[in-house]
């Protein structure tokens, strides 16, 4: 986890792996406005499992409030899906407005 008041989020972990050979497959986005999501990706590389990678991002909208960023990674094998992630009621999208 990285938080910093009033900072930009300094990573694009999404692309440091697709440069490393990591494909990428979104399964989900939970957003809350332009500042604030969720992300939940299939991460697969050739010759192993898939993993879940989430990310989760908000950005500063002034200085005075703070930026976060985690990740989590699911080594399980279980990969989720769309309609698995709204079980509880909430409105993930099948992608990300940005």
């Not at 990591?22 to 993993?51: H, Q, W, Y």
């Not at 950005?59 to 709204?86: E, I, K, N, Y």
């Amino acid at each position: 986890m990285w938080s910093k008041e009033g900072e930009l989020i300094p990573f694009n972990l999404e692309e440091a792996l697709r440069v490393r050979g990591v494909s990428l497959a979104m399964i989900g986005c939970l957003a809350f406005g332009s500042a604030e999501d969720t992300r939940v990706n299939r991460a697969a590389v050739p010759g192993k499992s898939p993993v879940v990678l989430t990310i989760a991002a908000r950005s500063a909208a002034v200085a005075s409030q703070s930026s976060d960023f985690s990740v989590s990674v699911d080594f399980s094998g279980r990969v989720a899906s769309l309609a698995s992630l709204r079980q509880d009621g909430s409105e993930w999208q099948a992608t990300c407005s940005s």
